[in-house]
Nanobody, 123 residues
Framework: VQLQASGGGLVQAGGSLRLSCAASGRAFSSYTMGWFRQAPGKEREFVSAISWSGGSTYFADAVKGRFTISRDNAKNTVYLQMNSLEPEDTTVYYC?????????????????WGQGTQVTVSS
């Protein structure tokens, strides 16, 4: 599986961005999908995840109420809608796919990773 993240950019605080992650392969609809972020010199941080069906979603406390996650299995794409962005959200965002059906926040459980997309929020 190859993952291609896009949609990052520069936005003012309070603004919005929508990240997309396009996946290759026919097994996409069976994967749990997650978004993580990582600042230089820091641990990779869980942001959000969605079950294979889209029926279950999970968010880190830091983004709860501001971010939403969704997926379109017909398009092999998962989205992260980010609203009310804060300067603290500035970093590189990665999408990931997990072959397991149990949704996890631990980045170690994910099998495939995209290349990352930079999000910068100015104050």
């Amino acid at each position: 599986v190859q993952l291609q993240a896009s949609g990052g950019g520069l936005v003012q605080a309070g603004g919005s961005l929508r990240l997309s992650c396009a996946a290759s392969g026919r097994a996409f609809s069976s994967y749990t999908m997650g978004w993580f972020r990582q600042a230089p010199g820091k641990e990779r941080e869980f942001v959000s995840a969605i079950s294979w069906s889209g029926g279950s979603t999970y968010f880190a406390d830091a983004v709860k109420g501001r971010f939403t996650i969704s997926r379109d299995n017909a398009k092999n794409t998962v989205y992260l809608q980010m609203n009310s962005l804060e300067p603290e959200d500035t970093t590189v965002y990665y999408c990931a796919a997990d072959r397991a059906s149990i949704v996890a926040a631990n980045h170690m459980t994910y099998d495939y990773w995209g290349q990352g997309t930079q999000v910068t929020v100015s104050s």
